[in-house]
């Protein structure tokens, strides 16, 4: 079972006082800081595995009694950097749930080093299964990396373009930029403005936020030349995304001004206007100090 983040029993308050005020410590190993978690994990060449949970969720202690302390489990983690957020701390684990859009709880997320979702479970199943589940999710990524030379190698660009979503919605934008990049070899006009509009954000992903502002570049320009005002807007908007993840908070905060002032129409001026206001008042956390 798995609940909506927005859904609260009607009798919280009461059956908070019979609970413990937050999850068990126990002999696990989990980590409560993300920075820690993910060093490590790239020290020792692991993934993570994220159990990310709310004070409020009764399942999420279900899962941590009958599944997180089973020998099985801490047999099967062995292997893996154990991390614990919770999502209403506002901070690394609101951060992390609004990246990878956790939409219901529990959720445990299975990450690498460099941020890609691997997989994820929502929701409780007995160990067994629980066990099942994860090791499939595992397998689907890591098969989906075995399959990237071959399908390059193919040329066929339906095959090359879904395998590139695929990467991109986990994250990997090091993978993704590198299938957009073959597809781009035969692209042109309205195509190609979508593909480098793509192709910017994957870069902006794996952290290339040169290579990142070239293809916005790119894709403006075309979409400029294509009359395509949506992708433009949405090219504009994306210069705010690289600027806000490249710690530059002047041109995070010229970017959204520009668009405001290009685009006061467009479907994605609310949220312009209210990333501005956050910017202005200091609360983007990469922007406070």
Same mark, same amino acid.
């Given at each position: 079972m798995n609940l909506p983040l927005a859904a609260r029993p009607v009798l919280l308050a009461v059956l908070l006082l019979a609970l413990p005020t937050a999850l068990p410590a126990d002999d696990?190993?989990?980590?409560?800081?993300?920075?820690?978690? /993910?060093? !490590?994990?790239?020290r020792d060449e692991r993934y993570l595995l994220v159990d990310v949970w709310a004070e409020w969720c009764t399942w999420c202690r279900t899962l941590q009694t009958e599944v997180f302390e089973h020998p099985d489990f801490r047999a099967f983690a062995e292997?893996?950097?154990?991390? !614990?957020?919770?999502?209403?701390?506002?901070?690394?684990?609101?951060a992390l749930q609004a990246r990878y859009r956790v939409e219901s709880l529990p959720t445990v997320l299975v990450l690498t080093a460099d941020r890609v979702k691997v997989g994820a479970v929502s929701g409780f199943f007995p160990v067994a299964d629980y066990l099942d589940k994860l090791r499939a999710e595992i397998t689907a990524y890591e098969n989906l990396v075995t399959a990237l030379?071959?399908?390059?190698?193919s040329g066929r660009s339906a095959l090359i373009e879904r395998l590139a979503e695929d990467f991109h919605q986990r994250y990997d934008g090091r993978r993704a930029a590198q299938l957009y990049a073959r597809l781009l070899?035969?692209?042109?006009?309205?195509?190609a403005a979508r593909l480098h509009y793509r192709m910017a954000d994957a870069l902006r992903l794996a952290g290339d936020f040169d290579g990142a502002r070239r293809s916005l570049d790119q894709a403006a320009?075309?979409?400029? !030349?294509e009359?395509?005002?949506?992708l433009l807007a949405e090219t504009? /908007?994306? !210069?705010?995304?690289?600027a806000q993840d490249s710690g530059d908070c002047d041109a995070a905060r010229r970017s959204l001004e520009g668009f405001l002032k290009q685009h006061p129409r467009s479907a994605l001026a609310h949220d312009a206007r209210r990333f501005l206001g956050d910017l202005r008042r200091g609360e983007l956390a990469a922007c406070s100090s």
């Amino acid at each position: 079972m798995n609940l909506p983040l927005a859904a609260r029993p009607v009798l919280l308050a009461v059956l908070l006082l019979a609970l413990p005020t937050a999850l068990p410590a126990d002999d696990g190993g989990w980590l409560t800081r993300a920075d820690e978690a /993910f060093a !490590r994990a790239a020290r020792d060449e692991r993934y993570l595995l994220v159990d990310v949970w709310a004070e409020w969720c009764t399942w999420c202690r279900t899962l941590q009694t009958e599944v997180f302390e089973h020998p099985d489990f801490r047999a099967f983690a062995e292997d893996l950097v154990l991390l !614990r957020v919770d999502v209403e701390d506002g901070g690394e684990g609101a951060a992390l749930q609004a990246r990878y859009r956790v939409e219901s709880l529990p959720t445990v997320l299975v990450l690498t080093a460099d941020r890609v979702k691997v997989g994820a479970v929502s929701g409780f199943f007995p160990v067994a299964d629980y066990l099942d589940k994860l090791r499939a999710e595992i397998t689907a990524y890591e098969n989906l990396v075995t399959a990237l030379p071959k399908v390059l190698e193919s040329g066929r660009s339906a095959l090359i373009e879904r395998l590139a979503e695929d990467f991109h919605q986990r994250y990997d934008g090091r993978r993704a930029a590198q299938l957009y990049a073959r597809l781009l070899t035969s692209a042109d006009g309205a195509e190609a403005a979508r593909l480098h509009y793509r192709m910017a954000d994957a870069l902006r992903l794996a952290g290339d936020f040169d290579g990142a502002r070239r293809s916005l570049d790119q894709a403006a320009d075309l979409a400029r !030349r294509e009359g395509d005002e949506e992708l433009l807007a949405e090219t504009d /908007f994306l !210069r705010y995304y690289v600027a806000q993840d490249s710690g530059d908070c002047d041109a995070a905060r010229r970017s959204l001004e520009g668009f405001l002032k290009q685009h006061p129409r467009s479907a994605l001026a609310h949220d312009a206007r209210r990333f501005l206001g956050d910017l202005r008042r200091g609360e983007l956390a990469a922007c406070s100090s």
